[in-house]
């Protein structure tokens, strides 16, 4: 009996001798499986860059799907997404330019039918013989309207209405009746200068603020899309350069507008000084006209 306990107690020892020199195989056999397990876990993380510090996530995403829901910039675009301020400048500026280009055509179809006119009312005036005929001519539905025409009917008819107040136009009254008949004309020529040139100062104001009320609307939203880059912790190009971008667009269209009116109104000055040049001649042609007239004691 105390052999046979003695054996039961050498087995048990041995038996735990074994499982303790067995057990550092089985760790080391164990160990590459975590390992196995972290560097699989590693390659995923490894392919989606991590955002740089300080910078929004969804700002780095909307720039790489190209800012702004991924629109094409386009200047319709560019409109509808640009700040209220920035978009009623852009509206007033279209609006101008809109004005400015049908107040050009107006005033071309004008002139060119003011010309044409004239130079008809000149071919008729200059076959009259007496001042009775160059007020029929003057006064004629034909040349209704005409500044050439108004100032001929203007002096004609001063010298009529000396003689039904009795008054000499001839003689020694001579000089007194033209001078009635020159200021007679002279208040007709400040009217037509009045009228000619209207529409001048429109252009002129379009011509000279345009460029600076666009520029205001490109100031705005730059300072608009600077505070946005503060905002969103980020100077990426894709980002900032929509916002920029409508900004400038209110400076494009405020040069689209004041382009056009400042060379038209350049041009119509140049013009309408022509036509000042072309009504004075004539002045001169009328008056010597009537006083040849009263000389003779028509």
């Known amino acids: 009996m105390l052999i046979s306990k003695k054996t039961n107690l050498l087995l048990a020892m041995a038996g735990a001798a074994v499982l303790m020199a067995g057990s550092p195989v089985l760790a080391q056999d164990a160990a590459p499986v975590p390992a196995a397990a972290e560097a699989t876990q590693a390659a995923p993380a490894e392919a989606a860059p991590a955002p740089a510090a300080g910078e929004d996530p969804t700002s780095l995403n909307e720039a790489v799907s190209g800012g702004h829901g991924g629109q094409s910039l386009t200047p319709i675009t560019m409109f ?17 330019s809109v004005f400015s280009w049908t107040l050009l055509l107006i005033k071309i179809l004008e002139l060119g039918a003011l010309n044409r006119k004239t130079d008809r009312f000149l071919e008729a005036f200059r076959g009259t013989r007496t ?6 001519v003057a006064t004629s539905e034909e040349f209704d309207g005409n500044p050439l025409a108004d100032m001929a009917a203007a ?3 001063e010298i009529e209405l000396s003689r039904q107040a009795g008054l000499s136009v001839t003689g020694e009254h001579r000089d007194a009746s033209i001078g009635r008949a020159q200021t007679a004309v002279s208040a007709v020529q400040s009217s037509v200068a009045l009228r000619l040139s209207g529409g001048q100062q429109f252009l002129a104001s379009v011509g000279s603020g345009g ?3 666009g520029l205001f609307g490109t100031v705005y939203g730059i300072m608009n899309s600077f505070i946005g880059i503060a905002e969103s912790n980020t100077t990426n190009l894709a980002v900032v350069a929509p916002g920029i971008a409508e900004a400038l667009l209110a400076t494009g269209i405020g040069l689209f507008a004041a382009i056009p009116a400042v060379i038209f109104y350049n041009y119509f000055n140049t013009r309408i000084a022509a036509y000042g040049v072309r009504a004075d001649g004539f002045i001169a042609e009328l008056l010597n006209g009537i006083s040849r007239q009263l000389d003779k004691g028509a």
Request: hydrophobic share 65%; charged share 15%; aromatic share 4%.
């Open 131 to 136: 001042i009775a005929d160059m007020r029929r």
């Open 155 to 157: 002096a004609t008819e």
């Open 211 to 213: 460029p600076f009320i």
């Open 80 to 96: 509808l997404i640009a700040h209220p301020v920035v978009k009623v400048v852009m509206i007033g500026l279209v609006l101008a």
